[in-house]
């Protein structure tokens, strides 16, 4: 079945066609700014990027994933203002880098327990500004950069197709709309490349250039990195809706200006806000729940089914309501994966016109969900099957239970297998395939392991290599991989 989805550049529904000739799909998703904790609203572009990588793979492609971590150089604002956002760092008393690492880490704990799989590469920003200036360097050879009074600044003027993505022309983009007119711009359009000065002072980091000492622009972060890690042209690019302008029009133009103008990205995807009250939800407004606040409440299940509810594409409004009846939804799910595994715990018999029509009933909404998610994500018509799906099974174990109807446990088993390649690709319901009904939450277990970890790692440092290793070692029996890295260790099931 063909993998077709809707495209923000050519505003159209297109079928997925590997842009290389390896059949790998290329995908760059912009990542967190780690400044704080993660709202819910920015964890659904990442809950649907995963809904997304999960698709890919069932539909049998290879996939390369890269997404990079902001810890430097986001202003506070979208244009060329502000300050920076890593200021937080004086206000928790903190270093930079203790508070992006602090939020990072969060972050990716937050990821994990809402099933989310890691990208294959995560580059952090401030590991890779050497590559940043060398881009900037090159756009500035090739005549699309300027350096203005301290700044270097890409000439919009230099590249005509500016403004494709967002569907404006030039002259009506002004990125300093809202704030005092940049003297130092040719263009109204233009923007950053690198700052060595500002309209404030309280840049932390800084590298030396031969512009003088400063600091990227937010733009430039994502070109330098996607490029060189998923080459000129890629596959897919993911985020916000409110990301389309400037974020990744800028990206459009500096990357395909220091390509000799290849196409950047072959598909530009970007969901929805979530609401308040049919408003969006951002920090500026001061209207967002934070996601560790969230999951005190509610399981991660839970939130992420909700934020995979309807088409990613359209606004989503929060509510506790919401969230209380994707609890309830999910508890019946669960009540039919229990009745799955109870069925295939029982004495297999003979097969029988129940159980052919089971099986038939099950292949047919196997194609329907897939159709749904082949069809531009459609999440909302693919959980509509999965619950069709639970409903025969409930009809078929009252049969055996209640007309005599012996258990095919082939059927049940290829039952079984459709309904968790369900669950799996919309990242719901694990723990329940194990059997565990969710005695312990997942916090509790993710609480767990990450204490597990700490005292793994005080085994490290005070040397004593061969407690560390029996711990991973036991954890490892357990069906519990342990990952150490330099970022610090990891987890899986």
């Excluded at 890919?56 to 390369?64: D, Q, S």
């Excluded at 400063?214 to 409110?242: Q, R, V």
């Excluded at 446990?409 to 395939?433: A, N, Q």
Aim: aromatic content about 10%.
């Amino acid at each position: 079945m063909t993998l077709k989805l809707y495209n923000t550049y050519s505003r159209q529904v297109e079928p997925l066609v590997p842009s290389n000739p390896d059949g790998v799909v290329r995908m760059y998703c912009c990542g967190p700014t780690v400044y704080n904790y993660a709202h819910i609203g920015n964890l659904r572009t990442y809950i649907f990027e995963d809904v997304l990588r999960k698709t890919i793979k069932r539909a049998g492609f290879p996939l390369k994933h890269a997404m990079n971590i902001t810890d430097v150089g986001h202003l506070t604002s979208d244009a060329d203002e502000g300050d920076d956002k890593m200021l937080a760092a004086e206000k928790e008393h903190k270093t930079v880098m203790d508070i992006a690492r602090k939020y990072e880490d969060t972050f990716f704990k937050h990821t994990q327990a809402l099933n989310i799989d890691r990208p294959d590469i995560v580059c952090r920003a401030t590991e890779h500004v050497q590559d940043m200036i060398k881009f900037v360097e090159e756009l500035e050879r090739k005549g699309y950069a300027y350096f203005s009074n301290g700044n270097v600044y890409f000439d919009t003027s230099k590249f005509p197709a500016y403004g494709s993505l967002s569907g404006q022309k030039r002259d009506d983009l002004k990125h300093g709309a809202r704030v005092e007119t940049d003297e130092n711009k040719r263009n109204e359009s233009d923007f950053v490349l690198w700052f060595t000065s500002s309209k404030f002072k309280n840049q932390i980091l800084q590298w030396d250039t031969k512009w003088g000492r400063g600091y990227p622009g937010w733009h430039i972060e994502c070109s330098a990195m996607s490029n060189k890690y998923l080459g000129d042209t890629f596959d897919f690019h993911g985020g916000g809706s409110d990301l389309i302008f400037p974020h990744h029009e800028n990206e459009i133009a500096q990357s395909e200006a220091y390509t000799g103008k290849k196409p950047m990205v072959k598909y530009w995807l970007h969901n929805g806000f979530i609401t308040i009250n049919s408003e969006k939800m951002s920090k500026s407004l001061n209207n967002f729940f934070l996601v560790k606040d969230v999951l005190e409440h509610y399981s991660p299940d839970a939130l992420r089914y909700f934020l995979i509810s309807n088409h990613y594409c359209s606004p989503l409004d929060f509510s506790d309501e919401r969230l209380e009846e994707m609890t309830r939804s999910l508890e019946r799910l669960g009540t039919s994966i229990d009745n799955v595994l109870e069925l295939l715990a029982m004495p297999a018999g003979a097969k029988s016109d129940t159980s052919a029509q089971l099986l038939a009933d099950a292949k047919k909404i196997e194609e329907d969900f897939e159709e749904a998610m082949c069809d531009d994500f459609n999440t909302a018509l693919a959980s509509a099957a999965m619950f069709e799906l639970a409903r025969k099974v409930n009809i078929y174990k009252d049969a055996v239970l209640n007309k005599n109807v012996p258990v095919d446990s082939s059927v049940v088993s290829e039952v079984k297998r459709i309904f968790k390649t369900m669950t799996d690709i919309l990242g719901i319901l694990e723990d329940r395939w194990t059997g565990s009904k969710g005695e312990a939450s997942n916090k509790d277990y993710n609480d767990l392991m990450d204490l597990i970890l700490e005292v793994r790692q005080e085994c490290r440092a005070q040397k004593q290599y061969a407690l560390a290793d029996a711990i991973r070692d036991k954890l490892a029996a357990l069906g519990i991989t342990v990952e150490d890295s330099p970022q610090g260790a990891r987890w899986k099931k």
